[in-house]
């Protein structure tokens, strides 16, 4: 049966590397990042755009889910409330295991997480709070927590992947 990993956590956590880090250990695999369906310029949060941008990540995981060539769908988001992994999980169609990992670290680990990025020019500077205000609502959600505070993605990611084998 296939095996669906849901893998939320706040932003600049480290979902996108860990999971990438998942597909090389996973296979055959298929790994989809939800922010990617939001890469528009400019970047605009409307109820339009959310329909759209759901839409687009369910139409995906049916498609991987439909696909003989995928035993593993790795699924990363931020998704910091239950209600928007239950829309997802209620449009999707056929037979998977369900996994849901949240990835956790310490404030003082996702704040240096975050400069980095912000150095590089990945985040803005106003995301180290917004995501630090979240980590809160992820201690709460039905998920198995993984704390990446003292760990590499690399490490993360054989976690994950002996806990679904």
Request: charged share 25%.
């Amino acid at each position: 049966m296939k095996k669906l990993i849901m893998m939320n956590g706040t932003m600049g956590v480290g979902k996108s590397t860990g999971s990438e880090q998942l597909t090389k250990q996973l296979k055959p695999s298929i790994y989809l990042d939800g922010d990617w369906c939001w890469k528009m310029n400019p970047w605009v949060f409307s109820e339009e755009n959310k329909r759209m941008v759901l839409g687009n990540i369910t139409y995906l995981l049916n498609a991987y889910l439909a696909n003989s060539c995928f035993d593993y769908i790795i699924f990363c988001w931020v998704m910091h409330q239950e209600q928007i992994i239950e829309e997802i999980l209620n449009r999707l169609h056929g037979d998977y295991e369900l996994h849901k990992m949240t990835l956790m670290c310490r404030e003082e680990v996702l704040r240096a997480h975050i400069l980095h990025d912000v150095k590089k020019g990945i985040r803005s500077i106003d995301s180290v709070e917004t995501s630090i205000e979240r980590l809160p609502l992820y201690e709460k959600m039905d998920t198995v927590k993984i704390d990446v505070s003292e760990i590499s993605a690399r490490e993360a990611a054989m976690q994950i992947a002996q806990r679904i084998k």
